[in-house]
């Protein structure tokens, strides 16, 4: 079966949340990746590079399946009409709504993960039940056709997961060895209950602020 993927990307995403899921997703047998935004003017992502979207929010096809990508740009997003409302109006049509990161809080503000489970970014589990949700710990949550990832190179997790429900465990293991998915990190570091205890501390202060500016722009959306 065809499976027309589509995008939500904003100024200031973080890329890998985008191009991780991407490359993965690409792969399915009849998959067909659309990038939207709000124009067709180059997104800026969090690496120096911008990236050029295919389609705006007008005039973007239908998606089966809707995926919105995380960055420090999402606070911002969230106060956007354009972009909320784009993300809800397909995700009325799409068999799966998904995202990777802080991603989730763009779902949060549709109205699309009230009394679901979710996962997001480490640094930001906390803001989940201020949009509906429930954390569930995880790199990858599934609920129902509502699929979140944790944070940023969780996206190939999640990417490989959809990839399985979609089209099967053998397409995506298939996907996984083309990819040569074998994560052997050189540092145990890559979580809170993980990383010592200076560098979690460290981590913890520099996400204090970005945390709570999208603990405010949450708080806004009921203003």
């Known amino acids: 079966m065809a499976l027309h993927v589509t995008f939500v990307l904003f100024p200031n995403i973080t890329q890998l949340d985008f191009t991780a899921p991407a490359q993965v997703l690409a792969r399915i047998p009849d998959a067909r990746i659309t990038v939207a935004a709000r124009s067709i003017e180059a997104v800026p992502t969090d690496c120096g590079f911008s990236i050029l979207p295919a389609s705006t929010f007008e005039n973007a096809e239908q998606a089966d399946l809707l995926c919105v990508p995380g960055g420090f740009g999402v606070a911002d997003a969230l106060g956007d ?21 802080t991603g989730a809080f763009l779902l949060g503000a549709a109205g699309l993960l009230r009394g679901r489970r979710a996962t997001t970014h480490w640094a930001y589990t906390g803001l989940l039940p201020l949009v509906g949700a429930e954390f569930a710990p995880g790199r990858v949550v ?34 996984q060895l083309a990819l ?16 010592p205890q200076r560098v979690r501390a460290a981590m913890d202060d520099r996400y204090r602020q970005p945390v709570e500016r999208m603990r405010s722009a949450i708080q806004n959306l009921a203003a």
Do not use: H, N, W
């Open 180 to 195: 040569e998915y074998d994560p052997a990190p050189p540092f145990e570091a890559g979580s809170p209950d993980k990383a």
């Open 142 to 175: 599934v609920d129902r056709g509502t699929i979140t990832g944790g944070g940023v190179t969780a996206g190939l997790d999640f990417g490989l997961t959809v990839a399985a429900e979609v089209a099967g465990a053998e397409v995506a293991q298939s996907i």
């Open 81 to 101: 009409k354009e972009t909320v409302g784009f993300t809800r109006e397909q995700a009325a049509g799409a068999r799966y709504v998904t995202s990777v990161c």
